[in-house]
């Protein structure tokens, strides 16, 4: 068994700039001492993505911004600011 | 016999409480319409014993017997979808009951029309934490999703969410995120979303009534109490036209833009046009804009008038400056 474990923190934010507020988010804690879930918290973890670098997350992944096809222009499905972050976890 | 009972019969000779122009644009704008304690007592009870109960939770029975148990053994039919939705239930059985309320079926006309068709139901169960242990299962909440599949039509169906008992904040709760309704997603892919701002959860009185859009993203919440819960959905969809059902007041004709942006005070709340440009908490910058603009579209095709507007949003897209050939 591997040493050490990773928690996932996921934020949607207003825009594309990881200063702006958060709109949506998700935990999954690898280590298993916490069990995040739908709907189990209506207060965001931060205020803005910045907000998580400074409490020690490190950004791993980021929505990448596309032209919008000629003729969907207005269709709207997922929500398109998502940032990925982790934290690595210690264990003996 | 109750009061509501006389008024089993034709729908066209009896269109209930229709909805305001308020309350549609409510629903066009957020998704859904919440009617608290809108089913007598009576009917609840009725209701509650017609769906029946589970077998008690044993160590090593898995939940899915129960549920299925539950299900095969209670009062409730099974129904064809495309029956008439007036004729899906017995005469005098409780969801009958419920349907033939004046404002429930003031509320199915409005959104769906006079001769709305069934399309499925089903009894959501959400059960306690010892059901849970003694299955060997995890108690957790239902992923967030959208119903069926992806839908692009500008048509809608309803689906009714009947809370025959009281919930609480600990026995979890349907879970929705007001305005999502007009997203074009591929139900539970969304599922990651564990989380978002202005999401509501179901706490309410016995009898209360959750009318849905049917793109609206939700989710049953974990019950982390020691009862029981259930709710009763309903999916219905129009066979008529979905057009002008309501008491329709506003002439959409009528309206003039109202000046925006530079705005000097505060404007009435309850127009439709300001009740179609209030956004949700969770709307993205760029995109809260293009939620405007489909709610716009919506609300064109049921008041069947391609030059309504609000806000200026889509004749500012739609004009055309005149060229010289």
Known sequence: MPKGRQKVMVLYLANSALDSPVIGWAVYDGTGETRHMAGDNDTPPYATGLDALKGGWRLFQASQLLPHPRGEEFDLAYLKYEFFFEQWIETP | ?325
Request: some cysteine; proline content about 6%; glycine content about 8%.
């Open chain 2, 1 to 325: 016999m109750s009061a509501t009972d006389g008024l089993l019969g034709d729908a066209d000779n009896d269109a209930g409480a229709l909805l305001s122009d308020q309350q549609m644009a409510s629903f066009v704008a957020r998704g859904f319409l919440r009617f608290d304690a809108a089913v007598p007592d009576d009917i609840n009870a009725q209701f509650m014993a017609e769906a029946g109960e589970a077998p008690e939770a044993n160590p090593g029975r898995k939940l899915r017997a129960a549920y299925g148990r539950l299900l095969a053994e209670n009062a409730i039919p099974e129904i064809a979808p495309g029956t008439p939705l007036y004729r899906a239930y017995r005469e005098g059985s409780a969801l009958q009951r419920v349907l033939n309320l004046p404002l429930v079926r003031g509320a199915i006309r409005s959104l769906v029309g006079d001769d709305p068709v069934f399309d499925h139901h089903f009894l959501h169960v959400t059960f306690p934490p010892r059901y849970h242990d003694a299955g060997g299962g995890e108690n957790v909440s239902q992923h967030t999703h959208q119903d069926s599949t992806i839908d692009p039509r500008l048509a809608f169906d309803v689906q009714i969410m009947y809370y025959p008992h009281a919930v609480t904040r600990e026995m979890g709760g349907t879970r929705f995120v007001p305005g999502t309704h007009l997203r074009k997603v591929s139900e539970v892919a969304l599922g990651r979303y564990q989380n978002i701002r202005g999401q509501q959860h179901m706490v309410c009185e016995a009898g209360t009534l959750l009318f849905m859009h049917h793109g609206i993203w939700h989710g049953g919440g974990v019950n982390l109490s020691d009862r029981t819960r259930a709710m009763f959905k309903i999916r219905l969809h129009a066979s008529g036209s979905q057009q002008r059902q309501w008491d329709v007041g506003e002439h959409p004709t009528s309206i003039s833009q109202r000046p925006i942006f530079y705005v000097k005070g505060q404007r009435p709340a309850d127009t439709v046009a300001n009740i179609l440009m209030t956004p949700e908490p969770w709307f993205e910058q760029d995109t809260g804009r293009l939620e405007f603009v489909n709610r716009i579209k919506l609300w064109r095709y049921l008041v069947a008038d391609p030059t309504w507007d609000a806000d200026y949003w889509l004749t500012r897209l739609e004009h055309a400056p005149r060229t010289l050939a």
